[in-house]
């Protein structure tokens, strides 16, 4: 009882042998598809409402009248039926004219247009080629599309606000570029970091350095700072990031004034952040996304003091099918020791830079001492290892209550597994973030008299 016309698809069934439509509804005329369906050796279309011509195929052609019978209106040579009458044959002869004309001149038309894409892009390759030289790489035009401009226009609005680099908007500086301060005509306040020449192999290789950057835009998280977007041009590179008025955290721990504002609750808090955005970027983006460069200074706050990590600039993406070597990106006194005799990027290194971190956020100082003495000596009996914790907590604050002492010492503890010197033994990020969040254990109730001996035990 199906009541439909043949579908096209029928008759274009390569290997179908028999095919028994009978007792149904069927209606319209029979697809041209089947003059074409030579695999087809049995038929039965009878009892249906099929009308107009048989197909020219043996199947149909040779088909015994009860294979056809009460239909509507078939038509053709075989006995029983009635032929075709000349305006049912003209209609068919014109549908075959129709189709063999669509068949040449599709293609025809086809390979035209397809030639003229073809010469409109090698055309524009060329121009843009000679252009490339004298005007900033287009890729920036997506980049800023969030502001809704062309990205030839941001980049003339950055120059213009910053009086091309003029220094007196230069609000920091480090190894790989100097950052300033740019406000937009529309109001929007941003961060431009203009790299050095020698920025290691990202420059040497453009179109590298600008897929990864496209990728780190992609980013989206509360605890990393936003990367708006990136300009390559012969004169300078400059990547352009979200604007936290807050600063880095480390002119916060350099200043006594705003260190003594920055109680422990808020250090944990901190350290949180940074461990929740680090743990994103290696577990949960598509590629794995190393930082290269985790430092205080790279650390930026907002009014909240919620922390945001920054300049991913020198980050790099892990593909699973390429190469983890590369040149030396990062700060001395954070960089995982094996940097020394191997240029192997992988997630370890971000968590050794992390466990300096928040060891420097507890301290209220470079940890660089500590480090020293503490990991060079193998043996347990060194004198570092019979240095209380409390002893070297940042003096400017007072003594931590039995709640905050409890997170400072488990803060300490993660820290010191962190710089562990054999990478294969420190813990993911991951894993660091799951005991941040667990409840803290009894064990951790002995703040007074823990020392780092103690925490590295545990």
């Given at each position: 009882m199906l009541e439909s016309k043949l579908p096209l698809e029928l008759g274009e069934m390569k290997s179908i042998e028999t095919m028994n439509l009978s007792h149904n509804r069927m209606s319209g005329s029979i697809p041209k598809s089947f003059d074409h369906c030579f695999s087809l050796i049995s038929i039965d279309i009878s009892y249906n409402q099929l009308e107009g011509p048989l197909p020219n195929t043996s199947a149909f052609q040779k088909a015994p009248f009860d294979a056809l019978t009460n239909n509507k209106c078939l038509c053709g040579t075989v006995s029983g039926l009635n032929p075709c009458s000349q305006s049912t044959q003209k209609k068919t002869s014109r549908r075959t004219f129709k189709r063999m004309i669509f068949l040449i001149v599709a293609p025809m038309l086809a390979?035209?247009?397809?030639?003229?894409?073809?010469?409109g892009i090698f055309i524009r390759a060329r121009s843009g080629t000679r252009s490339v030289e004298n005007k900033p790489q287009e890729f920036a035009r997506n980049v800023f599309?969030?502001?809704?401009?062309?990205?030839?226009?941001?980049?003339?609005?950055?120059?213009?606000?910053?009086?091309?680099?003029?220094?007196?908007?230069?609000?920091g500086a480090g190894g790989f570029g100097s950052v300033f301060r740019a406000e937009l005509p529309n109001g929007q306040v941003v961060a431009v970091k203009k790299l050095h020449a020698t920025d290691g192999d990202a420059l040497w290789r453009p179109k590298d350095f600008a897929n990864e950057i496209r990728a780190l835009t992609n980013i989206r998280h509360r605890n990393i700072v936003k990367?708006?977007?990136?300009?390559?041009?012969?004169?300078?590179?400059?990547?352009?990031?979200?604007?936290?008025?807050?600063?880095?955290?480390?002119?916060?721990?350099?200043?006594?004034?705003?260190?003594?504002?920055?109680?422990?609750?808020?250090?944990?808090?901190?350290?949180?952040?940074?461990?929740?955005?680090?743990?994103?970027?290696?577990?949960?983006?598509?590629?794995?996304?190393?930082?290269?460069?985790?430092?205080?200074?790279?650390?930026?706050?907002?009014?909240?003091?919620?922390?945001?990590?920054?300049?991913?600039?020198?980050?790099?993406?892990?593909?699973p099918d390429s190469s983890h070597w590369s040149s030396f990106a990062g700060t001395y006194g954070y960089a995982a020791p094996e940097l020394a005799y191997t240029m192997e990027v992988n997630e370890?290194?971000?968590?050794?830079?992390?466990?300096?971190?928040?060891?420097?956020?507890?301290?209220?100082?470079?940890?660089?001492?500590?480090?020293?003495?503490?990991?060079?000596?193998?043996?347990?009996?060194?004198?570092?290892h019979d240095i209380l914790l409390k002893d070297i907590m940042d003096p400017r604050l007072s003594s931590p209550s039995k709640q905050e002492s409890k997170q400072v010492t488990l803060v300490a503890k993660l820290a010191l597994s962190c710089i562990e010197p054999n990478s294969q033994l420190r813990p993911t990020m991951k894993q660091v973030c799951i005991q941040l969040l667990k409840e803290i254990p009894s064990q951790f109730n002995i703040f007074p008299m823990v020392t780092i001996g103690q925490l590295l035990d545990l």
């Open positions: 390979t035209m247009l397809l030639l003229i894409v073809v010469m599309s969030v502001w809704s401009f062309d990205g030839k226009m941001i980049y003339q609005n950055i120059i213009d606000a910053i009086e091309n680099f003029n220094p007196k908007y230069c609000i990367l708006y977007g990136f300009c390559s041009h012969v004169q300078h590179t400059f990547l352009v990031y979200e604007f936290l008025e807050g600063g880095s955290l480390m002119h916060l721990l350099t200043n006594d004034e705003t260190a003594a504002k920055f109680d422990w609750i808020k250090r944990v808090n901190i350290v949180k952040d940074v461990a929740n955005a680090l743990s994103y970027m290696h577990q949960n983006c598509s590629h794995s996304i190393i930082h290269r460069d985790i430092s205080s200074k790279n650390i930026l706050l907002d009014s909240e003091y919620q922390a945001h990590i920054s300049d991913s600039g020198t980050a790099r993406i892990l593909m370890k290194c971000d968590v050794y830079s992390f466990g300096v971190l928040a060891l420097e956020v507890i301290l209220g100082k470079h940890p660089g001492d500590l480090i020293l003495s503490t990991l060079s000596a193998s043996s347990s009996t060194s004198t570092a």
